[in-house]
């Protein structure tokens, strides 16, 4: 998908997920990705310490800071684009994160089900 046209799993334009913190692939605040990004950094959510402490126990630790790759640490109540596989997991496991579904992108729907994703959703009325 090219940079700043992605779709939402909506089916709208990609809304921007946060830009402070700064996330996403391109770090410029939207969960759009690319052939390169393997994690398909691609759902918005909205972190809790739950989602964060079950995403460091399974191996990639979003709470740390990293300066030298200019990471500020994720924190409860931020919002970040974190891997579609990896919400997947904290789904099936009880402790995933609420979603932004304007702000998530829509290849997300090639690992997780829509019906997934809106009963975490934060901006979905049915």
Same mark, same amino acid.
């Given at each position: 998908?090219?940079?700043g046209?992605?779709?939402?799993?909506?089916?709208?334009?990609?809304?921007?997920?946060?830009?402070?913190?700064?996330?996403?692939?391109?770090?410029?605040?939207?969960?759009?990705?690319?052939? &390169?990004? *393997?994690?398909?950094? %691609? $759902?918005?959510?909205?972190?809790? !310490?739950?989602? =964060? /402490?079950?995403?460091r126990?399974?191996?990639?630790?979003?709470?740390?800071?990293?300066?030298?790759?200019?990471?500020?640490g994720v924190?409860?109540?931020d919002?970040?684009?974190?891997?579609?596989?990896?919400?997947l997991?904290?789904?099936? &496991?009880? *402790?995933?994160?609420? %979603? $932004?579904?304007?702000?998530?992108? !829509?290849?997300? =729907? /090639?690992?997780?089900?829509?019906?997934?994703?809106?009963?975490?959703?934060?901006?979905?009325?049915?």
């Open positions: 998908m090219a940079r046209s992605s779709r939402n799993v909506l089916g709208g334009p990609l809304q921007t997920c946060c830009t402070n913190p700064m996330t996403g692939w391109f770090r410029n605040g939207r969960c759009d990705t690319e052939p &390169a990004d *393997v994690g398909r950094h %691609v $759902v918005c959510v909205h972190a809790t !310490e739950e989602f =964060l /402490e079950f995403s126990r399974v191996g990639n630790d979003l709470s740390t800071p990293r300066p030298e790759f200019a990471f500020p924190k409860p109540g919002r970040w684009c974190v891997c579609a596989e990896r919400w997991e904290a789904y099936q &496991a009880g *402790v995933a994160a609420p %979603v $932004v579904l304007a702000a998530t992108e !829509e290849s997300a =729907l /090639e690992v997780i089900p829509l019906e997934a994703l809106k009963s975490h959703a934060l901006d979905w009325v049915s």
